[in-house]
Every structure is written in structure tokens, then in C-alpha cells.
């Protein structure tokens, strides 16, 4: 079997800076519809940012940070009143408007309205610890990919518009990681990205004290802990030895962004296929990335985030165009060549990109410093500052991010990334 080792040396990293990014966070609401295992966002009904607020993040982030997409999240920004006239803003000052959301107060009109106002492309956050009413109540990953192709469908109906699906990973339902990635290809046609995002807490026996400057809170007075032991430390490596043991022994990865602690840590690993529902041909690898990226800075003086749907139809295309660079897609080229000479009606089967990301969140070292993304895409505005969306919590509620300091040693501290798994 292949190696599922991965030297992030091997990978392009990603250039995103805390100046020059990809993407920025917008948050206009702290209401949510649901109430997610591992948010990390307080629900605040009626939460709502007044559109001048929201405004003026905008202007912060003009100022102070190039990037390519405003990813509005929130809570769930479908719930902002101001939504539409939102993205119509976003889009009038040159940025890629992409909603995050976990659709359940989408409807075909108010679709219609977004894609009129400029939307380029959601990101539907459906997992089964969101706890979601109804039909989809104590659904598995697998039952709930019939959701996750119902707002797919709607999406290509309207057309024109990203689709993105992401979902956290837990150790309950890491199992069905694999068949996530299996019906993504049979989808491969409208659903341009897939995002897992490992689950993060803190848990009873994380073995620090925490601080905020100095005075030491409580573990449980951090919206994001956990009453009970859990597994935190699942990790971007472990998911893509799973997926190539239970998938594909060839799936191949080409870019990452590494930690602001651990520089071999993958925080964002993107893996880029190129195939149809029937077949995948083969990866893309490290060089196709540094091309796109740097020909497409090279063009708009930003580093691409989301791709059109359009753009990602034409794999037989990129295949061609990168092949002479990047020995992985040339690989691919080779196998859809032998491919249409076994069977020549392929030549006229369309072959599509679809990119599978990988997202391992804070990990706390031994020595009780806290590995972020380096270069992190999901920098948000806070009191007109620029802050770590995922922690924005710890600022609202004790004026700073918090500190962790070993209680009994680094040598006996849980390292996230290498920790011991813990009964879920």
C-alpha cells in the first residue's frame, strides 16, 4: 500500500499573509438557527451588526488586508436582515461574496435575489453534530448527504454560483469521512469543494491552566469546552490516511499552510482531483498550485480563494495547460490518454476539478503554546482589529485571547496534535 506519510516539504505552502490573504471573515450576525456541537460562536438571538457596522468592517479590511473572497459567516448570515444589500456591497468593492451558511433558511427566492446582488458561491456547513430538526434528526454523515445534494441541486438550478460543503470531524463520525469524499466525485459536476474541519475543545484533562493576561479563568467559563473527555487531537494527516486506506492509495495532496508553533503541522491541506462521476484521473500537485496561484496574483494583485463554476469544468484543459509543469498532472493527462484509447467514447466526457480540504484548528503544544494557522484566511474584524475568527469569543468576553500554561510541566502537557485518544 501507498505510504500515507506526507513531508510537508513535498506540498506548495500556501503565501497567505496577515496582509495579503485569500480570504477574509465577515461576521454581521451572532444569531444562528441551529446550535452546532463545537461552535465556537455564542447564539445571540436578534445579534445583528447595524449595516453601517458592518460597513465599516469592511472598510478595516480594505485597508489593512488584500484578499480575493469576504466569507460571510456569522452565527448564520442567512438570518441578517440586510443580507442581500450585503452582498451587493461586497461585490461592488471588488471581492468574491461567499456566503457560509447551513441553509436552512434559504429559499429559491431569496437564492435568486443573493445570485442578482452578486453572490459567487456558498459553503454549506451540514454535519451531524448540528442537531438538525425533523427528518434530518440522528442522521449519519451518509444519510445526511441526501441534504447536502438538495441544496447542491438548488444551486446548479440557479446556476452560476460556487458549491461548497463543510463539515467537522469528530471521532463519532470520522468513519464516514471516505464516503463523504466517494459521493463528492458522484457529485462532481456541481459540487466544486468539500472542507473537513477537525473538532477542537477544551477538555477536562488538558493538563493546563488558562489565562487571561494574568488572572486564571476557569475551563469552564470558555464557550468552547467540553464537560466530559473527548477526542481532540484527530489531525489533517490522520484524514488523509484514512481517505487513501479506504478511497484511493493514490490521493495525493499539493498545498498546505503550516502552524504558527509547529512549521511541519498542516493546518490547511488541499488536495485537488481531476476526474467524473465515473473515474478519477489522477491529482494535481504542488507546481499547478504555485502556478494558479501566483499567475492569478500576478493578474489581480490577490491570491485566489474560490473557483467559478465554469472554471472548474474544464480539467481536460487544466490537464493540458499544467502538464508540461507539474509532473502529478501530467501523470493524470496520461491516465485519461489510456483511458479514451481503451475506450475512445471518453473523449467526449467532461472532466471536472473538485478540491477536498483539509483543517486542523488550534493545537496546543507541549510547552502550552497555541498553534494557529499561519497566515490564517479567517482573520475577522473586532473593534476595527484584525482577530482570529475562531476566538473572537475570548476577546468578547475577557478582553484578550487566552493563554495556556502547563500545570505540571511541559514534558507531561498533552500535545494536541500527538495527544492520546480519549473516549468520545
Not at 493578474?299 to 469544468?313: E, I, N
Not at 475512445?344 to 476539478?353: G, N, V
Request: proline share 5%; with cysteine.
Amino acid at each position: 500500500m501507498k505510504s500515507t506519510t506526507i513531508n510537508h516539504n513535498d506540498l506548495y505552502r500556501f503565501p497567505w499573509t496577515l496582509a495579503d490573504n485569500a480570504i477574509s471573515w465577515l461576521e454581521p450576525t451572532s444569531e444562528c438557527n441551529l446550535h452546532c456541537d463545537g461552535c465556537y460562536r455564542e447564539n445571540r438571538k436578534g445579534a445583528h451588526k447595524s449595516f453601517a457596522e458592518v460597513k465599516t468592517d469592511l472598510d478595516v479590511f480594505q485597508s489593512q488586508r488584500k484578499s480575493d473572497c469576504i466569507s460571510i459567516a456569522g452565527g448564520d448570515p442567512l438570518l441578517y436582515p440586510d443580507i442581500v444589500e450585503l452582498v451587493a456591497e461586497i461585490k461592488r468593492r471588488g471581492w468574491k461574496p461567499i456566503l457560509n451558511t447551513n441553509g436552512r433558511a434559504l429559499t429559491e427566492a431569496l437564492l435568486k435575489d443573493l445570485k442578482r446582488a452578486g453572490l459567487f458561491g456558498f459553503t454549506f456547513h451540514v454535519d451531524s453534530g448540528q442537531g438538525r430538526p425533523g427528518k434530518w434528526h440522528g442522521k449519519n454523515e451518509l444519510e445526511l448527504n441526501e441534504l447536502r445534494l438538495h441544496y447542491a441541486r438548488m444551486v446548479a438550478e440557479v446556476g452560476g454560483i460556487a458549491c461548497s460543503f463543510n463539515a467537522t470531524i469528530y471521532q463519532k463520525n470520522l468513519e464516514y469521512v471516505p464516503g463523504m469524499i466517494k459521493w463528492a466525485q458522484q457529485h462532481i459536476d456541481i459540487v466544486q469543494t468539500m472542507v473537513f474541519i477537525c473538532f477542537r475543545h477544551i477538555v477536562p484533562d488538558m493538563p493546563y491552566k488558562w489565562l487571561a493576561g494574568d488572572k486564571e479563568i476557569q475551563r469552564s467559563d470558555v464557550l468552547y469546552h467540553s464537560d466530559r473527555n473527548r477526542i481532540i487531537t484527530i489531525g489533517s494527516r490522520e484524514l488523509m490516511a484514512k481517505v487513501r486506506e479506504e478511497v484511493d492509495p493514490d490521493f495525493m495532496p499539493s498545498a498546505y499552510l503550516n502552524g504558527t508553533h509547529d512549521p511541519a503541522a498542516m493546518k490547511w491541506l488541499m488536495t485537488q482531483r481531476i476526474g467524473n462521476r465515473n473515474r478519477i484521473h489522477g491529482y494535481t500537485g504542488p507546481k499547478f498550485a504555485e502556478l494558479a496561484m501566483s499567475l492569478y496574483h500576478l493578474k489581480t494583485g490577490r491570491y485566489l480563494s474560490y473557483v467559478a463554476p465554469d472554471a472548474s469544468r474544464h480539467g481536460r484543459r487544466a490537464m493540458l495547460l499544467f502538464s508540461l509543469l507539474d509532473p502529478h498532472t501530467r501523470k493524470a493527462l496520461g491516465k485519461w490518454i489510456g483511458s479514451a484509447l481503451r475506450n475512445p467514447a471518453r473523449l467526449f466526457e467532461r472532466s471536472y476539478l473538485q478540491t477536498i480540504m483539509f483543517i486542523q484548528p488550534v493545537d496546543v503544544m507541549s510547552n502550552g503554546d497555541q498553534s494557529m494557522c499561519d497566515g490564517c484566511p479567517d482573520i475577522t474584524v473586532h473593534d476595527g482589529k484584525l482577530v482570529w475568527s475562531c476566538r473572537m469569543e475570548e476577546i468578547m468576553e475577557f478582553g484578550t485571547f487566552l493563554r495556556s500554561i502547563p500545570i505540571a510541566g511541559p514534558d507531561q502537557a498533552l500535545r494536541a496534535s500527538e495527544g492520546p485518544a480519549v473516549p468520545d
